[in-house]
T-cell receptor, first 114, second 109 residues
Framework: DPKIIQKPKYLVAVTGSEKILICEQY?????MYWYRQSAKKPLEFMFS???????DNQTASSRFQPQSSKKNHLDLQITALKPDDSATYFC?????????????FGPGTRLTVL | GDQVEQSPSALSLHEGTGSALRCNFT?????VQWFRKNSRGSLINLFY???GTKENGRLKSAFDSKERYSTLHIRDAQLEDSGTYFC???????????FGKGTVLLVSP
């Protein structure tokens, strides 16, 4: 059974619209993360949460807003979508946020903005 | 600049042979993870190292924080080893992974 679920797997949106990417982890972890992989670029760290609190934000744009309604959920709301937002978005989790804690990744949501 | 330089970018192996992937770091890293992306795009955890070496079956990884590199050795390659391999390292103390660009491995009969 998958331990980190991301929904949807594929998402197509029009420029200017808003979408929410869903992430749920069933590993009992206390830290969750979002990463993004754009075409021809390495995965890039976006956010980290620990015990449902935002800890790190390396995303310049406020159009990206994580939302944690439950301890094992970390959704990503993206507003005013742009074609440059097209990427695969990966959710990850680890037992704790400190170094020394291995991260596990979900299967990703591939977002295409037209 | 890039903190994680992964090489080679692509690698072809015949079944039964082996090779090594390498990540060089431009700064001191606390830990490194190695992943393989499978055909469905999922990242499969291979190793987590804060120092030293680890071995799992036909894979072996090493991490030298002082010398700023990590390696992943594959021996007796099998067709199912084909995929894209990534290293990712952490230097902030707060688990913000920096990824390499990946190595595309193709194992052929």
């Amino acid at each position: 059974d998958p331990k980190i679920i991301q929904k949807p797997k594929y998402l197509v949106a029009v420029t200017g619209s808003e979408k929410i990417l869903i992430c749920e982890q069933y590993l009992g972890h206390n830290a969750m993360y979002w990463y993004r992989q754009s075409a021809k670029k390495p995965l890039e760290f976006m956010f980290s949460y620990s015990y449902q609190k935002l800890m790190d934000n390396q995303t310049a744009s406020s159009r990206f807003q994580p939302q944690s309604s439950k301890k094992n959920h970390l959704d990503l709301q993206i507003t005013a979508l742009k074609p440059d937002d097209s990427a695969t978005y990966f959710c990850a989790s680890s037992q704790e946020r400190d170094w020394g804690n291995e991260q596990y990744f979900g299967p990703g949501t591939r977002l295409t903005v037209l | 600049g890039d903190q994680v330089e992964q090489s080679p970018s692509a690698l072809s192996l015949h079944e039964g042979t082996g090779s090594a992937l390498r990540c060089n770091f431009t700064t001191t890293m606390r830990a490194v993870q190695w992943f393989r992306k499978n055909s469905r795009g999922s990242l499969i955890n291979l190793f987590y190292l804060a120092s030293g070496t680890k071995e799992n079956g036909r894979l072996k990884s090493a991490f030298d924080s002082k010398e700023r590199y990590s390696t992943l050795h594959i021996r007796d390659a099998q067709l199912e080893d084909s995929g894209t391999y990534f290293c990712a390292a952490e230097n902030s103390g707060y688990n913000k992974l920096t990824f390499g660009k990946g190595t595309v491995l193709l194992v052929s009969p």
